[in-house]
Nanobody, 120 residues
Framework: QVQLVESGGGLVQAGGSLRLSCAAS????????MGWHRQAPGKQRELVAR???????SYAGSVKGRFTISRDNAKNTVYLQMNSLKPEDTAVYYC??????????????WGQGTQVTVSS
């Protein structure tokens, strides 16, 4: 099993920045892709960004150029730097990890979620 613990959510004004962190523990050797999904009230969970063990990244179109995903394999931690935040970025952000190289179909392991609220 893999455990994921997120931190870094909170309340920020539009145009501000937040940095999310997600630390993995347990059978981390089984992990390839790590990333972030988000779910706003009344909406489906969507993939925001993912990064593979080798450092390949991908982003949702709505966050490209504003969010940056990075990973410290030595610490088994993935980060999401969120800049130029908009009210529509408000959601619960979930860290995910999977043995596959992609997260588009979801993740085998999930964190508990962290709330990000952007005020206008």
């Amino acid at each position: 099993q893999v455990q994921l613990v997120e931190s870094g959510g909170g309340l920020v004004q539009a145009g501000g920045s937040l940095r999310l962190s997600c630390a993995a523990s347990g059978k981390v050797f089984s992990i390839n892709a790590m990333g972030w999904h988000r779910q706003a009230p009344g909406k489906q969970r969507e993939l925001v960004a993912r990064i593979t063990l080798g450092g390949v990244t991908s982003y949702a179109g709505s966050v490209k150029g504003r969010f940056t995903i990075s990973r410290d394999n030595a610490k088994n931690t993935v980060y999401l730097q969120m800049n130029s935040l908009k009210p529509e970025d408000t959601a619960v952000y979930y860290c995910g990890a999977d043995p596959r190289s992609y997260l588009v179909y979801g993740a085998g392991y999930w964190g508990q979620g962290t709330q990000v609220t952007v005020s206008s």
